[in-house]
């Protein structure tokens, strides 16, 4: 089992920056992939950030302005976001991911709440 711990969500104005941290309780060298998805309301899930071995990929939204990252002393993934925009406003859910055997077996987080609004 994974357990994840998402923080630093909250409200700011469009143009600003919020920075989301996820602890994993287990060492991230055990997993396979980590990523931040968000859900706005009434949308699906979707993926905004992934980091795989050191390989990052982005949605296309998010490209330059979002850095996703991790640090495996602390099993910490971060997102940073920067130039915030209005429909970036959404549940963000990390994610890790394992492959056991021939399974994908996903993770998730709790979920935290970030508002873009004036």
């Known amino acids: 089992q994974v357990q994840l711990v998402e923080s630093g969500g909250g409200l700011v104005q469009p143009g600003g920056s919020l920075r989301l941290s996820c602890a994993a309780s287990v060492s991230i060298f055990t997993i396979y992939a980590m990523g931040w998805y968000r859900q706005a309301p009434g949308k699906q899930r979707e993926l905004v950030a992934r980091i795989t071995s050191g390989v990052t990929n982005y949605a296309d939204s998010v490209k330059g302005r979002f850095t996703i990252s991790r640090d495996n002393a602390k099993s910490t993934v971060y997102l940073q976001m920067n130039s915030l925009k209005p429909e970036d406003t959404a549940v963000y859910y990390c994610?890790?991911?394992?492959?056991?055997?021939?399974?994908?077996?996903?993770?998730w987080g709790q979920g935290t709440q970030v508002t873009v609004s004036s």
């Open positions: 994610n890790a991911r394992r492959i056991v055997g021939a399974n994908i077996v996903d993770y």
